[in-house]
């Protein structure tokens, strides 16, 4: 089945990332413009829902409907409470300030799992030794209400992350241009640490230079992994990916603007897939002949 992609909002100049669908409309992130963005899927109407994000970047809800952000500018972890403030969540680990919060996901206990990568900080100004995939708990005994703990320690760029409809899986994207860039699966262990990862998918070089890789994903109804990537100047090109569970490619669809960002399904029935992109676009293919997963309770 070839997907049509429709141009619905932007470009905005600048990455766009974090779409997420709140069961009546599609938020996203318009990076360096520091705001979150609001496409009405029936009217097709988008306006500023949010400023002064601090260049948030992935945005996710818990169960409860809390709509929780990866700010990078600030450093931190966000909640945007629906009373228009924000919230700043521990950013301390073992004392020392974490990098710069990039993707996230939120399972049934409401712990926030989220990547961590440094590649964008001055080395001068990290506090941390490691890029990896942290977790923040809620504690009420605990100051700020939540704890914060280390869970890879194998990582050094990681990016996207996504759980398994069972969460006994956590999906992580690693991308790091001057090494590895691959997907691996991480089980979930009894005592809520994460074991030895298995690599789906790896990705190399051509002669042209080195395959992006992945970036953000969502899930299906299916378990299987929808993921944006790739770029021009190497390999396939930007595609979205679709894989099994068990990492076999099951399908590709060539995304006509450069390197997507990051997916979600959106629309009534969670069958709309919305795409984001380095150069600030908005894409949505109605037609996908697939339904999106997703924990939030939609209205």
Known sequence: MTWEFELVAGPYGGTTEGPVWDGQALLFTDIPNSRIMRYDHHTGECTEWRTGTEGTNGLNFDTQGNLYGCSGGGRRILRFNADGTATSLPSLLEGKRHNRP????????????????????????????????????????????????????????????????????????????????DLRAYPLQSDDSLGEPLVLHEFGRDFRGVHRGLDGMCLDVDGNIVAAGGWRQAGPGPLIHIFAPSGRIIETHPVPFDWPTNCAFGGPALDTLYVTTHGGHLLRVNSTDRRGYSNFPHR
């Open 102 to 181: 990039n993707d996230l996901a939120i399972d049934r206990k409401g712990r926030i799992w989220f990547t961590d990568p440094a590649g964008q900080i001055p080395p001068e100004e990290r506090e941390l030794d490691h890029a990896s995939v942290l977790r923040l708990d809620p504690d009420p005994s605990a100051e700020g209400g939540w704890t914060l703990h280390r869970m890879t320690f194998d990582t050094w760029a990681p990016n996207g992350l996504l759980f398994s409809q069972d969460e006994r899986t956590l999906y992580v994207v690693q991308s790091d241009y001057q090494g590895t860039r």
